[in-house]
């Protein structure tokens, strides 16, 4: 196990974000000011298809040779200046309009646009006949993929435009975007959605989301009607995945001290998301992955991403970054308020962990001469999120709540709907601190080294996390000499990390005393602690089977699948038993358990040796490009596993070379490479040329060269 740096400083004194891009057009957010958007958008799935018109209303503030929108792969029938058709240059990236402007108040542009979008629109199952239970969606994703690909708008996040949608869809499926919905039209075939926003935003803050949704309406303790969208085939699932929504909204609203900036707030999981979730304005899209019940919630939860994209709502989509090393006060300040309102739901305990967690992290980065500052251009996610949240946890207790507080409320009020720097931020700081910053601003801004002491000293302000370090700090002590300390960390109630510590102190220990301190961990019934022991024992003692088959009964996925896989390595004889006992269990949205279950089902001959044919059926076919990515990668892991893929799950694994999500993509590439390894694939790949896209041939071709 690794030795924690925290663990030696203090004997020595102590879990889809992406940034968007700045465009390079400074001269016309001097000269030009886009005030309001009405765009009506077509949009026909089964083609991958967008058009629309969209009017811009805006002002010239100084004189300038040409406006121009950004409009990606985009064709226009008509463009309209002050109702007048005017000359333009698309470049494919951008529409130009060439003209003397001089400073001028109330402007018109108007476009009649029809585009094909390569990405940031993106059409989920379209291609499935209805016959296939395959839930069709439609989704956007603006940040970092440009909203310019579906509607012409703006890359640059420090133009700031209030757009009024409306969205034509084929009727039976639910539409949500930005703003209130105020009236829905329907016709023979579609119904047009008709949503107002009443304040500005980015264009990479644009979003919709199509498909056959259910919703819940909840009310804040303020009256901002929420709205909680799941798919109609995991409506059961709403309540455990939306859990303590309203509570992180109260607090995050009392203790912010701002009240929420928009007209209601929306959240809704969309299958092959590209990232855990999405801040649009008031309407969150996140991963289907996050989709849970109530066993699965203890394990994993969208909590976390709740809260986080949650608090995005004041910091990045109210007030928001002007430069990109400005970016940490998008994520740092979102981390930061999401571990608050997490610490309102799960304690204080949870809060000192994930700090202690992301200090781990940071600090081992900064020693290995990797630390980053939180305004370096193009920093990791660890420095703009974790960092930054470090960098405000010690900036409150610097100046104290109170005047932190004050501070937030002010630069928030300030710079609503505008655009800021981190001076700005420090500024308000300082003023209502009556401090000077500059000391903090050189080691927690602007410095790459992570300030690893006096993070420790600020951890260990909580008691709990002083006594996790003294009993992590036995790691590599014998086990004679730390028996008693551990046991005494086991006495009730037990702590859920520190019994999980124990229980990984005790990992390959068989002694007499070792075998009555598993017992006592297992008697705890901490899931968490009972969880450690399924992760860290490898080899089952004898004296401990009941014990650990009891494992496979515990309300945690995770317990369930580790110990099922470890019971049938360590008694093999056994394996009938354990099969039965964890039949019909399916986990999370990846179906982890289930997946494990079918693939020790068929190297288990004995058992049900006539449904083995079913079993395969059910395994291979959840590559079929219409399930979640999340369970298809599972079951290409399984079946790479014990080397069995049909036809069917290369043409999958081939067309899943191409898929949108990098991740997911690149999976399925390095999957496809270990697979061209063997000839009998590779001639089997070869076999399939002509049930191939052109994309997919000329991928396959890339590689077999």
Aim: glycine share 4%; hydrophobic share 35%.
């Amino acid at each position: 196990m690794k030795y924690s740096l925290f663990t030696l400083l203090f004997f020595n004194g102590f879990i889809g974000f992406c940034q968007t891009p700045i465009a390079d057009s400074l001269d016309q957010i001097k000269n030009v000011d886009f005030k309001k958007a009405q765009a009506e958008i077509s949009i026909i799935p089964q083609k991958e298809k967008v058009s629309g018109n969209i009017r811009y209303e805006f002002e010239i503030l100084g004189s300038t040779d040409s406006i121009y929108v950004d409009a990606r792969n985009m064709k226009f029938d008509e463009v309209l200046l002050n109702k007048k058709p005017v000359a333009v240059r698309n470049t494919g990236q951008r529409l130009w309009v060439k003209k003397s402007f001089q400073p001028a108040e109330k402007n018109t542009l108007q476009l009649k646009f029809s585009g094909t979008p390569r990405q940031a629109m993106y059409f989920i199952n379209w291609q499935i006949p209805d016959s296939i239970n395959a839930p069709k969606q439609v989704w956007t994703q603006g940040q970092g993929k440009y909203t310019s690909n579906w509607l012409p708008s703006f890359d640059d996040q420090r133009e700031k435009v209030e757009f009024d949608l409306s969205i034509g869809f084929p009727n039976k499926f639910k539409v949500i975007a930005n703003g209130k919905l105020v009236k829905k039209e329907e016709n023979e075939s579609t119904t047009r959605w008709h949503f107002d926003m009443q304040q500005p935003m980015s264009s990479y803050l644009l979003a919709l989301a199509a498909g056959d949704f259910i919703q819940q309406e909840k009310t804040s303790a303020s009256g901002v009607p929420l709205e909680l969208n799941i798919e109609k085939e995991s409506s059961e699932n709403l309540e455990p995945t939306y859990r303590y929504t309203k509570k992180i909204f109260d607090f995050l609203e009392a203790e912010i001290g701002v009240a929420y900036p928009w007209q209601n707030y929306k959240q809704l999981p969309v299958r092959n998301f590209l990232y855990a979730g999405m801040e649009n304005t008031g309407t969150t899209i996140f991963a289907h992955a996050f989709i849970t019940d109530s066993v699965a919630f203890k394990d994993r939860n969208y909590v976390s991403v709740n809260a986080h994209e949650l608090a995005h709502q004041w910091f990045g989509n109210t007030v928001t970054a002007k430069a990109n090393q400005d970016h940490w006060l998008h994520e740092g300040f979102a981390t930061f308020y999401a571990l608050l309102a997490e610490r309102e739901v799960f304690g204080d305990d949870y809060y000192y962990w994930k700090l202690y967690q992301s200090a781990e992290e940071l600090k081992e980065l900064s020693d290995k001469g990797k630390g980053e500052a939180v305004t370096q251009l193009k920093a990791s996610s660890l420095t703009y999120y974790q960092k930054g949240a470090w960098a405000l946890h010690i900036l409150r207790e610097k100046v104290g709540k109170e005047a932190f507080n004050l501070a937030v409320k002010n630069y928030l009020e300030l710079y609503k709907y505008k655009t800021v720097s981190t001076n700005n931020f420090i500024a308000e700081v300082e003023t209502a601190a009556n401090v000077d910053l500059s000391d903090f601003m050189h080691k927690w801004i602007n410095q790459a080294d992570f300030q690893g002491a006096a993070a420790l000293n600020s951890l260990k302000k909580s008691q709990f996390i002083k006594n996790y370090l003294e009993i992590a700090a036995l790691r590599e002590a014998p086990f004679q000499e730390k028996a008693a300390l551990l046991s005494e960390a086991l006495d009730f109630p037990v702590n859920d990390y520190i019994g999980q510590e124990v229980v990984y102190q005790l990992a390959g220990e068989t002694s007499k005393d070792a075998i009555a301190l598993y017992k006592r961990a297992f008697e705890s019934n901490n899931i968490y602690v009972r969880q450690g022991i399924a992760t860290s024992m490898e080899k089952i003692p004898k004296h401990l089977k009941p014990q650990f088959e009891s494992l496979l009964k515990d309300a945690s996925y995770i317990t369930k699948e580790t110990a099922l896989l470890k019971l049938w390595m360590n008694y093999p004889k056994d394996v009938n038993k354990y099969l039965e006992t964890t039949k019909g269990v399916q986990g999370f949205t990846n179906k982890n358990v289930r997946l494990l279950w079918l693939t020790l089902n068929l190297v288990t001959p004995g058992y049900e040796p006539q449904k083995q044919k079913a079993n395969y059926k059910e395994l291979s076919g959840y590559t079929e490009v219409y399930y979640p990515m999340e369970l298809r990668k599972n079951a290409f892991g399984y079946l790479y596993q014990i080397n069995s893929f049909t036809t069917q799950n290369l043409l999958d694994l081939l067309q899943s070379t191409q898929h949108h999500d990098y991740k997911f993509r690149n999976f399925c590439r390095e999957l496809t490479d270990e697979l061209l390894k063997n000839e009998e694939y590779k001639q089997k790949f070869l076999a399939l040329s002509n049930r191939l896209s052109q994309r997919e041939q000329d991928y396959l071709q890339s590689k077999l060269q």
